[in-house]
């Protein structure tokens, strides 16, 4: 209780960076204490400073995952955390269960502190990217991709996607190209390339394979304001001419003549 009403205060000072270090370090310390405390009252008291610093860290933790996440996958995407976070915890638990029975519950739970007392130097090297939330909203209503009348989409749909660099912006338009790729394979691509003409280095293909004709026409719907500003980039670079976009449907078997009959 006292950790939900201190984290308002908290984080309008600090980074979450910070806070979860802080909470951290705090954790460790209330780990050695209890390795080696043989006082009752600091054996008390201890866990639930500790406890302040465990909600200060799932909060902020929590938080920014879901502010990361656009509103489609959120639920989808909390699921994965929450299975991550869990399954660690139960694997964590079976490994310090094993050191303790071995070594002792102190050497298990000063391995415990000094893991959580080293682990804030992981965010010097991955540090929290704050993404404002309306950069995560959908771009707009796009246009539908062109279907022919007498066409049944059946498996995967390969989506070809020519430009044309301007002079002399050839690199930048690929540098451009790889900032989308991300953005393709999250809203539902599987696979994803560009290519460059070898007898025209400013013609490029970008394509990229989506597992439906469904799964395409909901891509549409996923792309968020901040993808749709690396796309918008895109375009600057490129002939106001293109890009030329084409979809390619996977030929089934059973359209293909001669084909062997699928056995029953």
């Known amino acids: 209780m006292a950790g939900a009403a201190l984290l308002p205060r908290l984080r309008a000072r600090l980074s979450p960076d910070a806070l979860l270090t802080a909470g ?33 860290v799932l909060s902020v933790l929590n938080s920014m995952y879901q502010l990361s996440l656009p509103g489609w996958i959120k639920a989808r995407g909390m699921s994965f955390y929450l299975m991550v976070f869990q399954g660690g915890g139960a694997v964590g638990s079976a490994i310090m269960g094993l050191i303790a029975e071995r070594a002792g519950l102190s ?50 749909v390969l989506v070809g996607i020519q430009y044309r660099a301007r002079p002399g912006l050839e690199d930048q338009l690929m540098t451009a190209l790889q900032q989308t790729k991300d953005g393709r394979r999250r809203t539902g691509a599987i696979s994803w390339r560009a290519w460059h003409d070898a007898s025209d280095p400013g013609r490029v293909l970008e394509e990229f394979v989506v597992a439906s004709w469904d799964d395409h026409l909901r891509q549409h ?44």
Do not use: M, N
């Open 107 to 156: 050497v298990a739970l000063t391995i415990a502190a000094a893991g959580l007392a080293l682990s804030p130097l992981a965010g010097l090297v991955w540090r929290f990217r704050s993404i404002p939330p309306e950069t995560l909203l959908p771009a707009g209503d796009w246009p539908a991709p062109v279907l022919a009348p007498d066409q049944t989409p059946e498996g995967p």
């Open 24 to 56: 951290s370090i705090g954790l460790a310390v209330v780990t050695l204490l209890l390795a080696y405390a043989h006082v009752t009252t600091v054996a008390a008291v201890a866990p639930v400073f500790g406890e302040a610093c465990w909600v200060l």
């Open 221 to 264: 719907e996923r792309v968020t304001k901040r993808e749709q500003a690396h796309l918008e980039r895109v375009r600057e670079l490129t002939d106001p001419d293109h890009p030329v976009v084409t979809h390619w449907l996977a030929v089934s078997s059973r359209k293909v003549p001669g084909s062997p009959a699928k056995p029953t």
